[in-house]
């Protein structure tokens, strides 16, 4: 049984991390505003820092990768991306202490703005259901 051609085959930006980034930035936009107008100024800038801690480890995270699947990657151990991958996320739950600790913002409001990413691959993938290729 033939499926027919593949409706995605050499098609690059399915994959493309440009329409996730996108995503983030429009639902931290969203979700700071609603945070300015529900939550106040503290929880609007927090939402608005937690999602800058999205990029940054989203874009960590791409780096990492790309390196790793380089044509020309210097093969590293196992245990040393292992090792740079836990201290991304430790170096995150430290900012994420140390702003539970001194009550700069709401930890609430950050967490939610951290988590612009999973909400934006579950949106873009939504989108990607039902839009036709």
């Known amino acids: 049984m033939d499926a027919g051609p593949d409706p995605y085959a050499g098609d690059t ?7 996730i980034l996108i995503m983030m930035a429009v639902i931290v936009a969203a979700v700071s505003l609603l945070g ?18 999205s990029f940054v480890n989203y874009l960590w995270l791409a780096r ?4 790793m699947f380089a044509e020309n990657a210097v093969p590293e ?3 040393t991306l292992a090792i740079k ?3 991304r996320y430790a170096a995150i739950l ?15 409001a950050v967490i939610l703005g951290l988590s612009a990413f999973a909400f934006a691959v579950v949106a873009h993938g939504v989108r990607s259901i039902f839009s036709r290729p």
Request: glycine share 18%; hydrophobic share 55%; charged share 5%.
């Open 36 to 53: 300015f107008v529900f939550g106040g100024v503290a929880f609007g800038i927090g939402v608005i820092f937690g999602g800058g801690l």
């Open 13 to 19: 930006s399915v994959m493309s991390g440009r329409g």
């Open 64 to 67: 990492s990768t790309r390196v």
């Open 77 to 79: 151990t196992t245990a």
């Open 94 to 108: 430290c900012l994420l202490l140390a702003i539970f600790w001194t009550n700069v913002l709401p930890v609430t």
């Open 85 to 87: 991958y836990f201290l």
